[in-house]
């Protein structure tokens, strides 16, 4: 079964910096796009950030200059480095990716549970 599972959550003061994981895992044949996204209190789930096979990054306008998206393929793991910090960047963040598993021999969605990410101001 393949799966995502994130990390790097966590409590950080404003201003500050947090950088979340994502690994893929499992019976998976190719990795297309990744992304971030991320879900507070009573809002909708929203992208933050995608970033292709082939590496190039696309954000919301929200966290543009502040957040970069990474990742690396020999690891099937992408990253998210989140620099300035701020109060309305607390929420849930997920990761999502377009999975070739053997399993169904397609791409897929797939999700990680979530971390959490916390900015007191």
């Known amino acids: 079964q393949a799966q995502l599972v994130e990390s790097g959550g966590g409590l950080v003061q404003a201003g500050g910096s947090l950088r979340l994981s994502c690994t893929a895992s499992g019976n998976i044949y190719a990795i297309e796009t990744m992304g971030w996204y991320r879900q507070a209190p009573g809002k909708q789930r929203e992208l933050v950030a995608t970033?292709?096979?082939?590496?190039?990054?696309e954000y919301a306008d929200s966290v543009k200059d502040r957040f970069t998206i990474s990742r690396d393929n020999a690891k099937s793991t992408m990253y998210l480095q989140m620099n300035s910090l701020k109060a309305e960047d607390t929420a849930v963040y997920y990761c999502k990716a377009d999975l070739w598993t053997l399993a169904t021999m397609s791409y897929s969605d797939y999700w990680g549970q979530g971390t959490q990410v916390t900015v007191s101001s």
């Open positions: 970033i292709t096979n082939s590496g190039r990054p």
